[in-house]
């Protein structure tokens, strides 16, 4: 059974810039949710995908926006980059008949400069 | 009043003893409580999950659910230096995106 994948591991950028964000849900996994990690802190729910459909979002600008596909792979993309954008970014898969419980993957560390 | 509240630590047990870890939420809606574990630079690893009142034991770990009080514990029996490690209190509620509420975390030292 093949787990979360996120790529990239790491990136840099700067104020202004856009970035987007993949990740491949755990096998037999047709949910996906990102969160937001910053230093210190529990993750942050950003917004859920099911059925290619955003299924639920946290309170997060309309700058933080999102794409599910086919085989149930995803996408974070946030434009217009701020300094308070710096955190571990995490992708969560589950399965919707037990969309409770949620495995995260290795997650992106983004550094906003 | 913060949706989940843990006590942020740092808690430290001696080798061999029994690591207790608490946390209280605010919404009487929840209804799936979870443990994560995080090492330091790590994403969070799902170590237990509890659904109704009373005890969940697996292995080492019991979790605890006391609705009534809105209270979930987490005890780490045998603790190793291993355990070492931020422990995550999530919950989640009723709706269509079963969204997980996290708490900032307890940071567990274990001493050899």
């Known amino acids: 059974e093949t787990g979360v994948t996120q790529s990239p591991t790491h990136l840099i950028k700067t104020r202004g810039q856009q970035v987007t964000l993949r990740c491949s849900s755990q096998s037999g996994h047709n949910t996906v949710s990102w969160y937001q990690q910053a230093l210190g802190q529990g993750p942050q729910f950003i917004f859920q995908?099911?059925?290619?459909?955003?299924?639920g979002r946290g309170n997060f600008p309309p700058r933080f926006s999102g794409l599910q596909f086919p085989n149930y792979s995803s996408e974070l993309n946030v434009n217009a980059l701020e300094l308070d954008d710096s955190a571990l970014y995490l992708c969560?898969?589950?399965?919707?008949?037990?969309?409770?419980?949620?495995?995260f993957g290795p997650g992106t560390r983004l550094t906003v400069l | 009043q913060k949706e989940v509240e843990q006590n942020s630590g740092p808690l430290s047990v001696p080798e061999g003893a029994i690591a207790s870890l608490n946390c209280t939420y605010s919404?009487?809606?929840?209804?799936?409580f979870f443990w994560y574990r995080q090492y330091s630079g790590k994403s969070p690893e799902l170590i237990m999950f509890i659904y109704s009142n009373g005890d969940k034991e697996d292995g080492r770990f019991t979790a605890q659910l006391n609705k009534a009080s809105q209270y979930v514990s987490l005890l780490i029996r045998d603790s190793q230096p291993s355990d070492s490690a931020t422990y995550l209190c999530?919950?989640?509620?009723?709706?269509?995106?079963?969204?997980?509420?996290f708490g900032s975390g307890t940071q567990l030292t274990v001493l050899p």
């Open positions: 969560a898969s589950s399965h919707r008949d037990s969309a409770d419980t949620q495995y």
């Open positions: 919404d009487r809606g929840s209804q799936s």
């Open positions: 995908y099911y059925r290619e459909e955003e299924n």
């Open positions: 999530a919950v989640t509620r009723s709706g269509s995106a079963r969204q997980l509420t």
